[in-house]
T-cell receptor
Framework: GAVVSQHPSRVICKSGTSVKIECRSLDFQATTMFWYRQFPKQSLMLMATSNEGSKATYEQGVEKDKFLINHASLTLSTLTVTSAHPEDSSFYIC????????????FGPGTRLTVL | GNSVTQMEGPVTLSEEAFLTINCTYTATGYPSLFWYVQYPGEGLQLLLKATKADDKGSNKGFEATYRKETTSFHLEKGSVQVSDSAVYFCALSPARGDKIIFGKGTRLHILP
């Protein structure tokens, strides 16, 4: 089946630094990618929808200047957490939609971000 | 708006017991409905889905039927195994290709 990878799987950074997370679709072209955030023992919260070649659409309450999303190609989307703070520590998950296939979303394994 | 409500966990069962995890939804129009599973230390996996009323999704012995009249999509399995221990998320997509809205998840523990 379709595979979505994320890199890194874990990252620890100091407060005030920026962190970039990559999401790749390995064997299909993803016209749309989604970024979610999952707090411990809670559900996934959609942060933004990313369409290749255009600006991301952010959900209400998500700061677009803090969570920068770039979807530069059909197989890669990046999420940059700028000036990270401890409250940004979370599990970030991306998903990718196969535009040519059965219209299923495939999820990445997630990235655990810890901000000290 | 669109939302998903599923039963609170954790749910603890003995092996070979019958499982039901309740899920109800609120949506405008005709959403697609999903169950996703997250095994310990792994990413989300699609377990099953249904795209229209009265459809039944099934996979790995799990089943769920899209009930429009009760706005429900309950997950069932006749005989659970220890390997089914995971977190199960009920979800909906308001339209084809649209974002997915998740319930809070139900943690399932199966005892040997």
């Amino acid at each position: 089946g379709a595979v979505v990878s994320q890199h890194p799987s874990r990252v620890i950074c100091k407060s005030g630094t920026s962190v970039k997370i990559e999401c790749r679709s390995l064997d299909f072209q993803a016209t749309t990618m989604f970024w979610y955030r999952q707090f411990p023992k809670q559900s996934l919260m959609l942060m933004a929808t990313s369409n290749e070649g255009s600006k991301a659409t952010y959900e209400q309450g998500v700061e677009k200047d803090k969570f920068l999303i770039n979807h530069a190609s059909l197989t890669l989307s990046t999420l940059t957490v700028t000036s990270a703070h401890p409250e940004d520590s979370s599990f970030y998950i991306c998903s990718a939609r196969d535009g040519q296939g059965p219209d299923t979303q495939y999820f990445g394994p997630g990235t655990r971000l810890t901000v000290l | 708006g669109n939302s998903v409500t599923q039963m609170e966990g954790p749910v603890t069962l003995s092996e070979e017991a019958f499982l039901t995890i309740n899920c109800t939804y609120t949506a405008t129009g005709y959403p697609s409905l999903f169950w996703y599973v997250q095994y310990p230390g792994e990413g989300l996996q699609l377990l099953l889905k249904a795209t229209k009323a009265d459809d039944k999704g099934s996979n790995k012995g799990f089943e769920a039927t899209y009930r429009k009249e009760t706005t429900s999509f309950h997950l069932e399995k006749g005989s659970v195994q220890v390997s089914d221990s995971a977190v199960y998320f009920c979800a909906l997509s308001p339209a084809r290709g649209d974002k997915i809205i998740f319930g809070k998840g139900t943690r399932l523990h199966i005892l040997p």
